[in-house]
T-cell receptor, first 115, second 107 residues
Framework: GAGVSQSPSNKVTEKGKDVELRCDPI?????LYWYRQSLGQGLEFLIY????????KSGLPSDRFSAERTGGSVSTLTIQRTQQEDSAVYLC?????????????FGPGTRLTVL | KNEVEQSPQNLTAQEGEFITINCSYS?????LHWLQQHPGGGIVSLFM???GKKKHGRLIATINIQEKHSSLHITASHPRDSAVYIC?????????FGAGTILRVKS
């Protein structure tokens, strides 16, 4: 079956522009996560959605970052007024249910470059 | 000090060697994950552990909750095992990641 898909695979933008990154989780997965992997740094958690519950936004680095998940499926991560330090690979993952008991399946990521 | 520490940072091995990657963490967790990231970026979940030991093919993962330590072992290593191996601990809803171990297996 289809895995987690993300689009675009690459995005180059100018400083100050807004960008939207999309994640399509595995069908039936109720949990969805966004992570960021910056050059030379490890992975960091951004935001977590579980079903209809309020998302855990504790990892978002600033109020320029927001995410939504429509209909419990597709998710969009929006970065407003992009800065050069936002350049990174943005990864989405999904799991069947509870975060601490289920395997997370990762998408291929979106490489964002802010010029 | 990071919540999740991995060692070594870099590891070069000869094909066929037994490999161990270590992960220590400093806080209480609900589960620990081992992930594999190949060049090109794709991440695959290898194991999720909350106690004991798991085995999948040539890969073995163990965890000692009391000592806050986990190990990932690769038996009969092969060049295709070359990748970054990442330890991550589950704290509440989120994964906290180690910096990764870059493994290169030479033929």
């Amino acid at each position: 079956g289809a895995g987690v898909s993300q689009s675009p695979s690459n995005k180059v933008t100018e400083k100050g522009k807004d960008v939207e990154l999309r994640c399509d989780p595995i069908s039936g997965h109720t949990a969805l996560y966004w992570y960021r992997q910056s050059l030379g740094q490890g992975l960091e958690f951004l935001i977590y959605f579980q079903g209809n519950s309020a998302p855990d936004k504790s990892g978002l680095p600033s109020d320029r970052f927001s995410a939504e998940r429509t209909g419990g499926s597709v998710s969009t991560l929006t970065i407003q007024r992009t800065q050069q330090e936002d350049s990174a690979v943005y990864l989405c993952a999904s799991s069947i249910g509870l975060a601490y008991t289920d395997t997370q399946y990762f998408g291929p990521g979106t490489r964002l470059t802010v010029l | 000090k990071n919540e999740v520490e991995q060692s070594p940072q870099n590891l070069t091995a000869q094909e066929g060697e037994f490999i161990t990657i270590n992960c220590s963490y400093s806080v209480g967790i609900s589960a620990l994950h081992w992930l594999q990231q190949h060049p090109g970026g794709g991440i695959v979940s290898l194991f999720m552990l909350s106690s004991g030991k798991k085995k999948h093919g040539r890969l073995i993962a163990t965890i000692n909750i009391q000592e806050k330590h986990s190990s990932l072992h690769i038996t009969a290593s092969h060049p295709r095992d070359s990748a970054v191996y990442i330890c991550a601990v589950m704290r509440g809803n989120k994964l906290v990641f180690g910096a990764g171990t870059i493994l290169r297996v030479k033929s």
